[in-house]
C-alpha cells in the first residue's frame, strides 16, 4: 500500500464520520423542531431549525470537498 493509498483511506474514513455526525445532527434538529413546542417552547424550535441548516451544510460541504478531493486525486 502506497503512501497515497493511505491518505485516501483515511480521507474516507474522516469524510464517512463526517457524514454519519451530520446525519445524526439532522435528526436531532428535526426531533428538537417536531417535539420543541411540547418541551421547550419557541427557542427549541428554533436550535432545531439552526441544527437542520447547519447539518445540511456541513453535508454540502463534505460532498464537495470528496469531489475536490477525487478531482485533485485524478489530475
Given at each position: 500500500?502506497?503512501?497515497?493509498?493511505?491518505?485516501?483511506?483515511?480521507a474516507?474514513?474522516?469524510?464517512?464520520?463526517?457524514?454519519?455526525?451530520?446525519f445524526?445532527?439532522?435528526?436531532i434538529?428535526?426531533?428538537?423542531?417536531?417535539?420543541?413546542?411540547?418541551i421547550?417552547?419557541?427557542?427549541?424550535?428554533?436550535?432545531?431549525k439552526?441544527?437542520?441548516?447547519?447539518?445540511?451544510?456541513?453535508?454540502?460541504?463534505?460532498?464537495?470537498?470528496?469531489?475536490?478531493?477525487?478531482w485533485?486525486?485524478?489530475?
Amino acid at each position: 500500500m502506497t503512501q497515497l493509498d493511505i491518505w485516501k483511506v483515511i480521507a474516507n474514513i474522516l469524510m464517512y464520520v463526517g457524514y454519519g455526525g451530520a446525519f445524526l445532527a439532522f435528526l436531532i434538529g428535526l426531533i428538537m423542531w417536531g417535539v420543541g413546542h411540547k418541551i421547550g417552547g419557541r427557542h427549541v424550535l428554533d436550535e432545531g431549525k439552526t441544527t437542520i441548516i447547519r447539518a445540511i451544510a456541513v453535508g454540502m460541504i463534505l460532498g464537495s470537498a470528496g469531489a475536490i478531493w477525487t478531482w485533485v486525486v485524478s489530475q
